[in-house]
């Protein structure tokens, strides 16, 4: 307990800063996040026997990141090119002797769509109009919902979620974080309501929006360790696992703050 709280702070000292003042430092953050996070995933399918491109992976997503939030008027094109480009090297792996190199261009695609593509809404959301208290009413939605769901299954909890992905997880306990989940909506919402247009109505939105779905960002991740067989992504943050341990959740929440604000708020 007191490995993950003193890491949890070491990451608290240095992301907070970062997000609150945005810029160069935000998106470095979230640069190593996201490329860290595909080298992470590559070496989680190498745990299943699969062989994706390491360099296209990673060296891909930080590509896709730069051209979506500095360049998005070629980011289609660079997106395009990197899976040519995964599709031409796994074609002459299977030209080499790699039987499995269908699977393992798949796997290589995946890493710059999940973490480069879906990704880079983390930076996009923070770019909005406002993006600072969008990011701090999306996120910590997702932080209550988690912690609530934790609390209230182990107490509470009867019923399997999803018995092969996480065992641990309950009914009982999904459906306490989304109730509290969607009070913390409203919560941040009523806290940052004379710096961005939303109303508490709005924020229940948010909360509910977040605390239903973002768990499958969870349940996959789970499910890619699972194959593996590998309990964390890996152990950069002592007691808390992998970069992709932590992100597993924003993977979603990213991209489904971004529209709920671009769409009824902006």
């Known amino acids: 307990m007191l ?3 003193t890491t ?3 990451l608290a000292a240095i992301g907070l800063p970062a997000t609150i003042y945005g810029g ?52 289609s094109a660079v997106f395009t090119a990197l899976v040519l ?21 798949a796997i290589t ?15 996009k959301l923070r770019e909005l109009p406002g993006g600072l208290w969008w990011f701090f009413l999306i996120l910590p939605t997702i932080w209550f919902a988690d912690s609530a769901a934790y609390f209230v299954g182990k107490n509470f909890g009867k019923n399997k979620l999803a018995p092969r992905l996480s065992p641990k997880k309950t009914w009982e306990g999904y459906w306490g974080g989304v109730f509290f989940g969607t009070l913390s909506g409203v919560l941040f919402a009523w806290l940052w309501r004379n710096n961005i247009d939303v109303t508490l109505l709005g ?64």
């Open 3 to 5: 490995k993950r709280l």
């Open 8 to 10: 949890a702070l070491v």
């Open 24 to 75: 160069i430092f935000f998106w470095l953050m979230m640069a190593f996040f996201l490329t860290y996070a595909a080298w992470e995933y590559v070496n989680l399918m190498r745990g299943a026997n699969f062989e994706p491109a390491p360099l296209i992976s990673v060296a891909g997503v930080l590509a896709i990141l730069i051209a979506r939030t500095q360049f998005p008027t070629y980011e």
């Open 85 to 105: 480009l995964a599709m031409a090297y796994h074609l002459n792996a299977f030209e080499r002797g790699r039987d499995q190199a269908a699977g393992d261009f």
């Open 109 to 123: 695609a995946t890493s710059l769509i999940y973490m480069g593509w879906i990704g880079s809404y983390l930076v």
């Open 203 to 266: 924020g229940a939105l948010i909360g509910l929006v977040m605390s239903l779905l973002t768990t499958l960002g969870d349940l996959g991740e789970s499910m890619i360790k699972r194959q593996a067989n590998i309990k964390d992504s890996s152990q950069l943050f002592p007691g808390h696992g992998g970069v992709f341990d932590r992100i597993d959740t924003w993977l979603w929440a990213a991209p489904l703050g971004y529209y709920l604000v671009t769409w009824f708020f902006l």
